[in-house]
């Protein structure tokens, strides 16, 4: 057992280990200095020890296994007679003040990371304020700095909401990194063309957004040059939902036959993936029901033209969708034509860059994780730190 706590271990390079015991439940270890004579920082030459041997006792790690470690650690008091000053020595890893070493702290802000402060205070016996006070601390000195990188050329722009129905913040993040290089507050043109003059970096070549009203037209009077994908998820999600309000009014015929979990998994699927079973299901149902039937082969129409290989591809195969969706097939997919049509440029854009803001979707249940351990996020400028900080780094 005591072999376990190697030097490695312990990870403080300048002490040996010197007695380990466990007292009233938890482990202390006796540290020595490897290091016994010290020099006078003013002459250079050796000083002496003067002070009565005293200790101080640190929280140092905390292992599943055994609970807290403790380290004991001497203080030295140096006198230096021809200069006639006096110092206490200060070993690596072991601040001056406070009853925790450096190590520990680290681990206490790693901890943190996907966990409340509350849980982490109950585990290492540190009270919330103080975890809160080291983690922002820590946050500031840790976070990516945009002078320290270069401007990302692809940017995924995205809404997501603090609160579940109010208050919209917008994300710009880079699509290839993943990192999320701001975040800020509201999603009404004004604050979005006010985000994006405070971004950090030159204007990237491309940005992939949702299908908000008049989002492209926000961004490119500031960014005038940039490119614009509408995102593939979003056009996607806009036959999904449809069809998922089909579904509701279908129900008569689906609830006799078919339980509502499986009822979304035959529609909303890749019929690639069906077996042959779902898929004679599927058909029924689809024969009982021409609205849905018609949404649904839509919806395997999108799906293919985004399977076009090259841009002139892409192109045709999204204006002979258009030209025929405008005016036959379900009412529901005919509000959707319009849509494309008035993003056709953006959504072709994709065929160009090849990009999505999957990598900001998977923020986005990041997001929620931090807002759910956050109770509701009092602090938007914290909020933005822990989000810049649990995500990807750059
Ligand atoms: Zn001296």
New binding site residues.
């Given amino acids: 057992m005591y072999k376990q706590f190697t030097t490695d271990l312990v990870h403080l390079p300048s002490f040996e280990l010197g007695e380990i015991y466990k007292m009233n439940g938890v482990w202390e270890i006796q540290l020595i200095p490897r290091q016994q004579s010290f020099i006078?920082p003013?002459?250079?030459?050796k000083?002496v020890n003067h002070a009565r041997p005293k200790e101080r006792v640190l929280k140092h790690l905390f292992i599943p296994t055994h609970g807290l470690i403790y380290v004991r650690v001497p203080v030295y008091r140096q006198r230096?007679d021809?200069?006639g000053?006096s110092w206490s020595v200060e070993w690596p890893g072991i601040p001056q003040r406070g009853k925790v070493t450096n190590r520990f702290k680290e681990m206490v802000i790693q901890e943190c990371k996907g966990n409340t402060f509350q849980s982490v205070s109950k585990k290492t016996g540190i009270s919330p304020s103080t975890i809160t006070h080291w983690f922002y601390q820590e946050a500031e000195r840790l976070v990516a700095k945009p002078e320290n990188h270069s401007s990302p050329t692809k940017v995924c722009i995205d809404e997501f909401s603090l609160k579940k129905g109010h208050k919209y913040s917008l994300a710009i993040q880079d699509a290839e990194t993943g990192h999320i290089w701001q975040v800020s507050e509201g999603r009404s043109r004004a604050q979005i063309q006010e985000a994006l003059k405070r971004y950090p970096f030159i204007a990237p070549v491309v940005a992939v957004t949702d299908l908000a009203p008049g989002m492209a037209k926000t961004i490119q009077e500031v960014w005038p040059h940039v490119d614009i994908v509408a995102d593939k998820f979003h056009v996607i999600q806009l036959f999904t939902a449809a069809l998922e309000r089909a579904r509701k009014l279908s129900s008569k015929y689906a609830t006799k036959h078919l339980e509502i979990r499986y009822q979304r998994r035959l529609l909303m699927t890749d019929p690639k993936l069906l077996d042959p079973q779902e898929k004679d299901k599927l058909s029924k149902w689809l024969d009982e029901d021409t609205n849905l039937y018609q949404q649904y082969q839509a919806l395997q129409a999108i799906r293919r033209v985004y399977q076009s290989h090259t841009y002139q591809e892409g192109e045709q195969s999204l204006q002979a969708w258009i030209d025929y969706y405008l005016w036959d097939g379900a009412s529901a997919t005919r509000r959707i034509a319009k849509t494309l049509l008035q993003w056709k440029t953006e959504i072709l854009n994709y065929f160009k860059y090849r990009i999505t803001n999957a990598k900001i979707e998977g923020t986005n249940n990041l997001i929620k994780t931090i807002k759910r351990r956050s109770f509701g996020c009092p602090n938007q400028e914290k909020f933005t730190l822990r989000i810049r900080l649990e995500c990807q780094q750059p």
């Fill in positions: 006078c003013l002459c250079f030459r000083s230096c021809d200069c000053i």
